[in-house]
């Protein structure tokens, strides 16, 4: 029997390379240390862990990094797989370090791994929670994400203040979140290097799945297409018989790994006070002045039950 879901609590699983990246390429190149070494990402992320508490004052906020940046077991799969992306300069590589030590001195749970990708970590966790009665709020601008919203969850691209239960997920993506992976399979991936079935872009995917409900139905039933009231039904059939080999493989690529043994049977997702003495040691580091390291210190215990 499944845990009956509390409304009341949700738990924020936050993907931080979102906001990390956002900040590294918008926020000005002046913040740096007293070395000379750039700031700027982490100082934005502080920002956003500032804003995001200050809305919430969430008790259950966990954050997922990507430890590599570069690759994952899905490279194992297809080698190109991210292919595309540049690779991370070791300014930005520092800050991620740092961005970790942020997280963890604020009292957030951080996970990372070198072979798993924040997604699937977040995937995991999300799991853990529902199992437990909670439900989630993925904090994210990442649409592959949106995968992850059941009944009572919400996923929520916090920059743009856009947040999505299940059926608004259907509306803005046009297919529901657990055909998220299927829909990416067919369209493709270009932020991920993932290629989809030439001609199929997001109308058509989401037409078919409609229709079908999945990759797997889609193809059990190819000889259906043809009589579907799509553009071009008639030669759709045999393009995705052509390409049905590149589709399973997407299809590999662009599913979250649910069940990640090491995190354990009940990992942490629970804020704490976090270490006051280790976060002023990194603000002091990194150079930041009085008006933020009070900002961070009040959300550091906002919403924390007094000792």
């Not at 030590?101 to 957030?108: C, S």
């Amino acid at each position: 029997m499944s845990a009956i879901r509390s409304p009341a609590a949700p738990v924020y699983l936050v993907d931080a390379s979102v906001y990390i990246f956002r900040a590294w390429f918008s926020m000005p190149d002046r913040f740096e240390d007293s070395a000379g070494r750039p700031t700027n990402a982490v100082y934005g992320f502080a920002r956003f862990l500032c804003e995001l508490i200050e809305q919430t004052e969430a008790p259950a906020i966990a954050v997922a990094f990507d430890e590599s940046l570069t690759s994952s077991f899905r490279n194992e799969i297809y080698a190109d797989y991210k292919a595309n992306r540049d690779p991370a300069p070791e300014e930005l590589k520092r800050q991620f370090a740092w961005c970790k030590d942020l997280a963890r001195h604020l009292g957030l749970p951080v996970y990372a791994d070198a072979r798993f990708e924040a997604d699937d970590l977040l995937a995991t966790l999300a799991g853990h929670s529902r199992r437990s009665g909670r439900n989630v709020c993925v904090v994210s601008g990442d649409k592959d994400l949106a995968q992850l919203v059941e009944a009572g969850d919400h996923w929520w691209d916090f920059a743009r203040n856009r947040r999505l239960d299940a059926a608004g997920v259907h509306a803005h993506f046009g297919v529901h979140p657990h055909q998220i992976a299927d829909y990416l399979a067919l369209t493709g991936d270009a932020v991920d290097n993932i290629p989809g079935i030439p001609g199929i872009g997001p109308k058509t995917a989401a037409a078919l799945l409609a229709h079908f409900g999945s990759l797997d139905a889609l193809y059990d039933r190819l000889e259906e297409v043809a009589w579907l009231k799509i553009r071009g039904a008639k030669g759709l059939a045999a393009k995705l018989r052509e390409h049905e080999a590149a589709a399973r493989l997407a299809r590999q690529l662009t599913g979250l790994e649910t069940a990640i043994e090491h995190l354990g049977e009940a990992p942490a997702v629970d804020r704490t006070g976090g270490n006051a003495d280790l976060l002023d040691a990194l603000l002091d580091g990194l150079g930041f002045g009085r008006p933020l390291r009070e900002r961070l210190h009040r959300q550091r215990m906002a919403g924390l039950a007094a000792p």
